[in-house]
């Protein structure tokens, strides 16, 4: 007999049917399957991770003038009944709109998983100097405010089969906020590991959680506090900033791991301090939000790139053309011109992103370059670490939702 052309192969012609697969096919009530979120692994996997929660602000938190914690609830009118499981270090990927911009922001869960299970998350957000998203948050968001976010994500998260048993965590300005969430989870028991905090600010002032982290060095003897204060003296403090001398100071005998979450210039200053340390490369771990990257300070960024360029973007369909600064991501271009784009982690590592560069050339700085090689291949750029070399086209998927 022939053999059927491969096109034309449907899997469910069977052509030599057991007796019994016949049987019970006859057997079968004629009647529709039920729908597929009606299976227990499908709803399990969908309160796992649901592509968007619906989420309101149900309760406000000051911390000082510049900084406000918020609690978000489940926005059940939206269709969001429960809030997905995270592990602590983990973000949340906030869309806002902002005038006529369209933009995604990631923000670090500062509440446990434990306190997620009890009905909301948290966000501590802090002003920062020009920033758009936090400030347009912490002006504009009150009580009741929806919120539209993804679900956890990120690997900015302890893991005892990679990481030492203790991990000397080092935080400048808001990258304080996934090192509440791990401490919290280690006082709650869901994380066992050894947490010594170096929480660099400029004053005491200005370092938040101080009291909740006091009290929770007193009832938890696997955390510990350490403030280095870089602009005041206080006899309970480190004056200065994060060193080696500092680190090596705290950190136990035997292998440590070191989890970095802090301003560009913080990694800029401290990357160069760890480096003198010999540690492995998996005991350095750093969460990276990197789109603020400036990409002239980069070693190999070629010399006299012209200030901006014409970029082209092709999007469900339609064809825009804007101008984008060189030293400006890509999709920060987007967004400032009201095209909405697709971004988690604006750092390189999701892949959310994921655009096809048609024509042109981009530079990608190499510490956030997470395209995998077929990316490279076949002309995939990340936009959200992507920097105009020359006048480029791309052609961008469209938001999801
Ligand atoms: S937004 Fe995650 S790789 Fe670009």
Not at 20 to 40: F, H, M
Not at 111 to 137: C, F, Q, W
Not at 172 to 201: M, V
Not at 212 to 221: G, W
């Amino acid at each position: 007999m022939a053999r059927p052309k491969l096109s034309k192969l449907n899997p469910m012609d069977f052509t030599k049917m057991t007796p019994a697969r016949q049987a019970k096919i006859e057997a079968a009530p004629a009647k529709a399957l039920p729908p597929t979120d009606s299976y227990k692994p499908n709803q399990l996997a969908n309160a796992l991770h649901p592509e968007i929660q619906y989420l309101k602000v149900s309760k406000i938190v000051e911390h000082g003038k510049d900084a406000k914690s918020y609690w978000l609830e489940p926005n059940a009118e939206k269709g969001t009944t429960a809030l997905a499981w995270f592990s602590a270090g983990q973000y949340l990927s906030i869309s806002l709109e902002i005038g006529n911009i369209k933009l995604s922001r990631p923000y670090s869960l500062s509440s446990s998983p434990r306190e997620s299970m009890e009905g909301h998350y948290m966000l501590t957000i802090k002003r920062v100097k020009d920033g758009l998203a936090s400030n347009y948050i912490l002006d504009n968001w009150k009580v009741g405010t929806e919120v539209t976010a993804s679900e956890p994500l990120g690997v900015f998260t302890y893991e005892p089969l990679r990481d030492a048993d203790t991990v000397i965590g080092i935080a400048g300005g808001s990258g304080i906020t996934p090192f509440r969430s791990l401490a919290k989870a280690i006082a709650d028991g869901d994380e066992d590991a050894n947490l010594i905090l170096l929480y660099g600010s400029r004053t005491l002032d200005d370092a938040i959680f101080q009291e909740e982290f006091k009290a929770l060095e007193k009832s938890c003897d696997k955390f510990k506090l350490v403030n280095v204060l870089s602009d005041e003296t206080d006899a309970t403090c480190e004056k200065g900033f994060i060193t080696a001398e500092l680190i090596k100071k705290y950190a136990p005998e035997g292998n440590y791991s070191l989890f970095l979450c802090g301003p560009q210039a913080m990694y800029e200053f401290v990357d160069k301090e760890i480096a003198t340390l010999g540690l492995r490369r998996k005991f350095v771990r750093h969460e990276l939000f990197g789109e603020y990257f400036n990409p002239s300070k980069e070693a190999d960024y070629p010399a006299n790139v012209a200030p901006e360029f014409k970029v082209t973007v092709r999007i469900a369909g339609n064809e825009t053309t804007i101008t984008a600064p060189a030293d400006t991501s890509l999709l920060r271009s987007l967004e400032a011109n009201g095209i909405a784009a697709p971004a988690h982690c604006r750092s390189g590592e999701c892949g959310w992103c994921h655009s096809r560069l048609v024509s042109g050339e981009v530079y990608t700085p190499k510490s956030v370059d997470g395209r995998r090689e077929a990316d490279l291949i076949y002309g995939y750029i990340h936009p959200c670490c992507a920097f105009p070399l020359s006048d480029v086209t791309i052609e961008v998927p469209p938001v999801r939702k």
